[in-house]
């Protein structure tokens, strides 16, 4: 090294020593972090020691006890809800498996006519309202007042009934056919990102087609179907409205409605409340576990940044078949129900038949003009209020996200770790079982009977998928990108404003997206926090079910069906196909 | 290093530690650069040299070590003092050039301008000023996805540079280019290196950027330095057998100094029963009887048919290799094979007797 002789007498500047502590980026990501650990431990906490405490007989004192566990196992009726929890979840996850794989096939493999056509319908159950599909069905198979048992009966002369969805078959059919998307989409992400060239190799090796099929493509996508399967017992195990509407009135419980009752209602017992819910917490818990550590890293990555043309097999005439099955699916899963609640809802009364001299548009008036006298209170607030929750939440929880993502991508250690992991906690937890713990822990705060404490369960809950779609973005933008404008002199803020944000735009706005569709429709963990005044679209949708008619249900059922529709046109137009793979 | 050579220094980094885990990534090491002099970190990837540079820019913060830039006192672990980046003004340039897709060229450039809060107007002159130093006038107005590796290479040096800032930092510039392009550009970030007189601080894993572009280079392994110099003494008289090794080709053979006075010596080593006494240049701080290396570049071995007059030893040509300007020879020695390069005029073929003999004066004895 070149050796100068230099005076020594440098007057050295030295930097604030606090300042180096508390910067912009420390005390962002500390409040973030430190906002995600209440919000996601405390009501966990809470339901924990809650399921402890028993109530006793007069109802006003409480000791601490096992009696809670033993009434789950011992009363008849929550024993029975249990069962019945376990039978409809395996058989919902038998049923959209098979639809959702055999689907997924068709559309990524096959030469089935106009797929591209019916591909997107095929995911719009994923942003519909699984409750406004049971009250579709209900008024679609109902024995009675069902549209197609009435068809039956005058076209064909039917005595009594063809079709029954209350009870719990009906449960199974409508959670079915509604998170078939969820299998779907993680096949057909599996199957697309496939290297073709697996099963050429396996095709000169002498394998038919079908060994091939058999032998190397099934293996290959069976960490996907493993992993939709999964989430859909999960998701149809946390699942209220379908089971509320179908099977509740007709002495079907599960344990979603029988925590419902005790969170609720007359004889609310939320220390028994909050036992079932750790009941089924544990078990959405562990299998979210499962599928977290165990399948998903044995998802085979045969991605490698090249868009791949998969193999595409000639189904000959059968073709058609294929076709009219996925055309069915849609059918039944889409356009049925919507055009039964359309029809629903401009009848006066509903009978199980259309009436053309009776149509009118009554019910719509009622149930979205808020000026209007005779409007229904239920649904107005509802509507209003869950735009509201819906826009600001979807805000927050994004923002929320951005942060995290940014901690859990770019400041590495052991902070980083505990928050990865604090952000599938809540993934693993139904609605209704974290809405539980939110409320047995705030229910004698200010914030309960407010928005505030609605807005607290949504963001709770749903903030990991607009985490996960932030991530997903954030690994695939260089970390050089973020680190050569704080070199150009910008803070961290500047840089998040100017630089992170603007590049990770379009997983924000997918995101934004698809947590306003979630909260828009949310229903299990409204009907545990609400109170007259706060009341949800959902919840509104309940409510008519509940205490008014058919037709007013259908039509607020009908305008949240509307707007999710446009969402999902949104949604399309900014996120890619792939966005959505959980 | 010692302390006064680090006075005279613009840059001066003092006993910088950085674990990664449990990892030494960076070990303890000091040095310092003049006022407008250009440094290269080289050494293999797992060095530490890309992590010094991040110490220095400020992205990483060390675990022990002082960091001064100028008056700027950046980094002090002792004293609990860190100046964030955006506070250093530095200029770098990333390995994956960094350019924000979102923004046009000039935008790019103008970024650390606009962040500075100057006036458009001057904002506008010194981005075109920039542009037209690395000559990407045509591409000013392309948004950054438009352009090439290399063109997004010298939109990465315009914005580093437009800000005229204390000190330019290079991450690899260089290794996502093409072997034609990143010859043409060593020369070109050379010129306009020199052009801005910005202290400049560059890493790689090339020793021949390394040799093109320096001043000053510091050869490094698992996170310590192994020498510092200049290209030509680092060539020229590597100090150990991992410089040696590391920077060009060179014939190793561990032996043992048996004269040594002022930095010239002599150096055995042995092969079975034959023995090579080498006179030599030393090392610093090579002793009479210490273990050393020999040391020699294949261009400063001859290998002739007949017996010569100095030190040599008699071995046979095992394979040669035609290269135009010379030939590439294997000549063995007992066990070791000479690295050679041969005249085409002498004639060697595989299978000949040939005597090596060493150019004292390019004979080196380097420690182990």
Not at chain 1, 19 to 29: C, K, L, P, V
Not at chain 1, 213 to 221: A, F
Not at chain 2, 297 to 308: F, G, L, Q
């Given at each position: 090294?070149?050796?100068?002789?230099a005076?020594?007498?440098i007057?050295?500047?030295?930097?604030?020593?606090w300042?180096?502590?508390?910067?912009?980026?420390?005390?962002?990501?500390s409040?973030?972090?430190?906002i995600?650990?209440?919000?996601?431990?405390?009501?966990?906490?809470?339901?924990v020691?809650?399921?402890f405490?028993?109530?006793?007989d007069?109802?006003?004192?409480?000791?601490?006890?096992?009696?809670?566990y033993?009434?789950?196992?011992?009363?008849?009726?929550i024993?029975?809800?249990?069962?019945?929890?376990?039978?409809i979840?395996?058989?919902?996850?038998?049923?959209?498996?098979f639809?959702?794989?055999?689907l997924?096939w068709?559309n990524?493999?096959?030469?089935?006519?106009w797929r591209?056509?019916?591909?997107?319908?095929?995911?719009?159950?994923?942003f519909?309202?699984?409750f406004?599909?049971?009250?579709?069905?209900?008024?679609?198979?109902?024995?009675?007042?069902?549209?197609?048992?009435?068809?039956a009966?005058?076209?064909?002369?039917?005595?009594?009934?063809?079709?029954?969805?209350d009870?719990?078959?009906?449960?199974i059919w409508?959670?079915?056919?509604?998170?078939t998307p969820?299998?779907?989409?993680?096949?057909?992400?599996?199957?697309?990102?496939?290297?073709?060239?697996?099963e050429?190799?396996?095709?000169?090796?002498?394998?038919?087609?079908?060994?091939?099929?058999?032998?190397?493509?099934?293996?290959?996508?069976?960490p996907a179907?493993?992993?939709?399967?999964?989430?859909v017992?999960?998701?149809?195990?946390?699942?209220?409205?379908?089971?509320?509407?179908?099977?509740?009135?007709y002495?079907?419980?599960?344990?979603?409605?029988?925590?419902?009752?005790?969170?609720?209602?007359?004889?609310?017992?939320h220390?028994?409340?909050?036992?079932?819910?750790m009941?089924?917490g544990?078990?959405t818990g562990?299998?979210i576990?499962?599928?977290?550590?165990?399948?998903?890293?044995?998802?085979?990555?045969?991605?490698?940044?090249?868009?791949?043309?998969?193999n595409?097999?000639?189904?000959?005439?059968?073709?058609?078949?294929?076709?009219?099955y996925?055309?069915?699916y849609v059918?039944?899963?889409?356009a049925?129900?919507?055009?039964?609640?359309?029809?629903?809802?401009?009848?006066?009364v509903?009978?199980?038949?259309?009436?053309?001299?009776?149509?009118?548009?009554i019910?719509?008036?009622?149930v979205?003009?808020?000026?209007?006298?005779?409007?229904?209170?239920?649904?107005?607030?509802g509507?209003?209020?869950?735009?509201i929750?819906?826009?600001i939440?979807?805000?927050?929880?994004?923002?929320?996200?951005?942060?995290?993502?940014y901690?859990?991508?770019r400041?590495?250690?052991f902070?980083?770790?505990?928050?990865?992991?604090?952000?599938?906690?809540?993934?693993?937890?139904?609605?209704i079982?974290?809405?539980?713990?939110v409320l047995v822990?705030?229910?004698k705060?200010?914030?309960?009977?407010?928005?505030?404490?609605?807005?607290?369960?949504?963001?709770?809950?749903?903030?990991?998928?607009?985490?996960?779609?932030?991530?997903s973005?954030?690994?695939?933008?260089?970390?050089?990108?973020?680190?050569?404008?704080?070199?150009?002199?910008?803070?961290?803020?500047?840089?998040?404003?100017?630089?992170?944000?603007?590049?990770?735009?379009?997983?924000?706005?997918?995101?934004?997206?698809?947590?306003?569709v979630?909260f828009?429709?949310?229903?299990?963990?409204?009907i545990?926090?609400y109170?007259?005044?706060?009341?949800?679209?959902s919840?509104?949708?309940?409510y008519?079910?509940?205490?008014?008619?058919?037709?007013?249900t259908?039509?607020?059922?009908?305008?949240?069906?509307?707007?999710?529709?446009?969402?999902?046109?949104?949604?399309?137009?900014?996120?890619?196909?792939?966005?959505?793979?959980? | 290093?010692?302390?006064?050579?680090?006075?005279?220094s613009?840059?001066?980094?003092?006993?910088?530690?950085?674990?990664?885990?449990?990892?030494?990534?960076?070990d303890?090491?000091?040095f310092?650069?003049?006022q407008?002099?250009?440094?290269?970190l080289?050494?293999?990837?797992?060095?530490?040299?890309?992590?010094?540079?991040?110490?220095?820019?400020g992205?990483h913060?060390?675990?022990?070590?002082?960091?001064?830039?100028?008056?700027?006192?950046?980094?002090?672990?002792?004293?609990?003092e860190f100046?964030?980046?955006?506070?250093?003004?530095?200029g770098?340039?990333?390995?994956s050039?960094?350019i924000?897709?979102?923004?046009?060229?000039?935008q790019?450039?103008?970024y650390p301008?606009?962040?500075?809060?100057l006036d458009?107007?001057?904002?506008?002159?010194r981005?075109r000023?920039?542009?037209?130093?690395?000559g990407?006038?045509?591409m000013?107005?392309?948004?950054?996805?438009?352009?090439?590796?290399?063109?997004?290479?010298?939109?990465?040096?315009a914005?580093?540079?437009?800000?005229h800032?204390?000190?330019?930092?290079?991450?690899?510039?260089l290794?996502?280019?093409?072997?034609?392009l990143?010859?043409?550009?060593?020369?070109?970030?050379k010129?306009?290196?020199?052009?801005?007189?910005?202290?400049?601080?560059?890493?790689?894993?090339?020793?021949?950027e390394?040799l093109?572009?320096?001043?000053?280079?510091?050869?490094?392994?698992?996170?310590?330095?192994?020498?510092?110099?200049?290209?030509?003494?680092i060539?020229?008289?590597?100090?150990n057998?991992y410089?040696?090794?590391?920077i060009?080709?060179?014939?190793?053979?561990?032996?043992?100094?048996?004269?040594?006075?002022?930095d010239?010596?002599?150096?055995?080593?042995?092969?079975g029963?034959?023995?090579?006494?080498?006179p030599?240049?030393?090392?610093?701080?090579?002793a009479?009887?210490d273990?050393?290396v020999?040391?020699v570049?294949?261009?400063?071995?001859?290998?002739?048919?007949?017996?010569?007059s100095?030190p040599?030893?008699?071995?046979?040509?095992?394979?040669?290799?035609?290269?135009?300007?010379?030939?590439?020879?294997?000549v063995?020695?007992g066990?070791?094979?000479?690295?050679?390069?041969?005249h085409?005029?002498?004639?060697?073929r595989?299978?000949?007797?040939?005597?090596?003999?060493?150019?004292?004066?390019h004979?080196?004895?380097?420690?182990?």
């Open positions: 090294m070149t050796t100068e002789a005076p020594s007498d007057q050295v500047i030295r930097p604030s020593k300042r180096g502590i508390f910067t912009q980026e420390t005390i962002a990501t409040v973030a972090s430190f995600v650990a209440i919000a996601v431990i405390l009501p966990l906490m809470a339901l020691v809650n399921s405490l028993v109530l006793d007069m109802g006003f004192d409480t000791e601490w006890g096992l009696a809670n033993s009434e789950i196992f011992k009363g008849r009726i024993r029975k809800a249990f069962l019945n929890t376990l039978f979840s395996s058989m919902c996850t038998v049923l959209a498996t639809f959702g794989v055999s997924a068709i990524a493999r096959t030469n089935c006519p591209e056509k019916l591909e997107p319908f095929n995911l719009v159950p994923f519909l309202s699984p406004v599909g049971a009250i579709a069905w209900h008024n679609l198979a109902s024995p009675k007042v069902g549209l197609l048992n009435n068809w009966r005058s076209l064909f002369g039917i005595q009594g009934h063809l079709f029954n969805v009870n719990i078959f009906g449960i409508v959670t079915g056919i509604f998170f969820l299998v779907y989409l993680f096949v057909i992400g599996s199957l697309r990102r496939m290297d073709p060239s697996l050429d190799s396996a095709r000169t090796t002498g394998a038919g087609l079908w060994r091939t099929t058999m032998s190397v493509t099934l293996p290959l996508v069976t179907i493993l992993s939709g399967a999964i989430i017992f999960v998701t149809s195990a946390g699942e209220f409205g379908v089971p509320f509407k179908l099977g509740s009135p002495g079907y419980e599960t344990l979603t409605t029988q925590i419902f009752t005790k969170a609720v209602g007359d004889d609310a017992n220390y028994l409340g909050a036992a079932m819910s009941i089924l544990v078990i562990l299998f576990w499962i599928q977290q550590r165990i399948i998903a890293p044995r998802a085979y990555t045969t991605v490698t940044g090249k868009g791949f043309r998969p595409v097999i000639d189904l000959g005439r059968w073709k058609w078949a294929a076709f009219a996925n055309l069915g059918f039944v899963a889409v049925l129900p919507i055009l039964c609640l359309v029809i629903v809802s401009l009848h006066p509903w009978q199980g038949r259309v009436i053309p001299n009776d149509l009118t548009s019910n719509y008036q009622k979205l003009f808020f000026w209007s006298p005779n409007s229904i209170s239920a649904a107005t607030n509507i209003k209020n869950s735009f929750l819906a826009s939440g979807a805000s927050i929880a994004m923002l929320l996200a951005i942060v995290i993502s901690m859990i991508h400041t590495k250690g902070g980083s770790r505990i928050l990865d992991f604090l952000c599938v906690v809540p993934i693993g937890f139904p609605g079982v974290l809405a539980m713990g822990t705030y229910i705060t200010p914030i309960y009977a407010t928005l505030w404490i609605l807005l607290l369960g949504y963001i709770t809950r749903f903030f990991p998928y607009g985490q996960r779609n932030i991530s973005i954030m690994l695939a933008v260089s970390e050089e990108l973020d680190q050569s404008s704080r070199m150009a002199g910008a803070t961290w803020v500047t840089t998040l404003r100017r630089i992170t944000i603007p590049l990770l735009k379009p997983g924000i706005f997918a995101g934004w997206v698809l947590l306003f979630i828009l429709r949310e229903l299990s963990i409204s545990i926090l109170t007259a005044g706060t009341e949800t679209l919840v509104g949708v309940y008519l079910s509940n205490f008014e008619n058919e037709p007013l259908a039509a607020l059922s009908v305008a949240q069906t509307v707007v999710l529709l446009l969402c999902v046109v949104i949604f399309r137009k900014v996120a890619g196909k792939e966005a959505l793979t959980a | 290093m010692n302390a006064e050579t680090a006075n005279g613009y840059l001066e980094v003092a006993n910088l530690v950085k674990y990664f885990g449990d990892d030494r990534a960076v303890g090491i000091s310092g650069v003049p407008g002099k250009f440094l290269t080289l050494g293999p990837s797992g060095c530490g040299k890309t992590t010094t540079l991040m110490c220095i820019a992205l913060k060390p675990d022990a070590g002082d960091i001064r830039i100028g008056s700027n006192a950046v980094a002090s672990v002792s004293r609990g100046m964030p980046p955006e506070k250093r003004d530095i770098m340039v990333f390995q050039y960094a924000w897709p979102h923004m046009t060229v000039s790019n450039v103008a301008l606009e962040i500075r809060k458009r107007s001057e904002i506008d002159d981005v000023e920039a542009i037209r130093l690395v990407l006038e045509d000013a107005e392309k948004g950054a996805t438009q352009l090439s590796g290399g063109q997004q290479q010298r939109a990465a040096l914005r580093a540079i437009v800000s800032p204390c000190l330019l930092l290079f991450d690899e510039p290794s996502n280019l093409d072997l034609k990143r010859e043409r550009m060593r020369v070109e970030l010129r306009i290196q020199h052009e801005v007189g910005i202290t400049s601080i560059y890493v790689t894993h090339d020793q021949a390394a093109v572009m320096s001043d000053d280079i510091i050869v490094m392994s698992k996170g310590r330095i192994e020498q510092t110099g200049g290209p030509h003494a060539y020229a008289r590597p100090t057998r410089v040696s090794n590391f060009g080709i060179a014939n190793l053979l561990e032996g043992r100094v048996t004269r040594a006075g002022g010239r010596g002599e150096i055995e080593v042995a092969q029963e034959s023995r090579l006494l080498a030599c240049l030393l090392a610093e701080g090579l009479e009887g273990a050393a020999l040391s570049r294949p261009e400063n071995i001859e290998a002739v048919k007949s017996k010569p100095g040599a030893v008699e071995g046979e040509v095992v394979q040669t290799v035609f290269l135009g300007n010379w030939l590439d020879c294997r063995r020695w066990e070791f094979e000479w690295k050679v390069q041969a085409p005029r002498e004639g060697l595989t299978g000949d007797k040939v005597y090596v003999c060493l150019d004292p004066d004979t080196l004895a380097v420690r182990p």
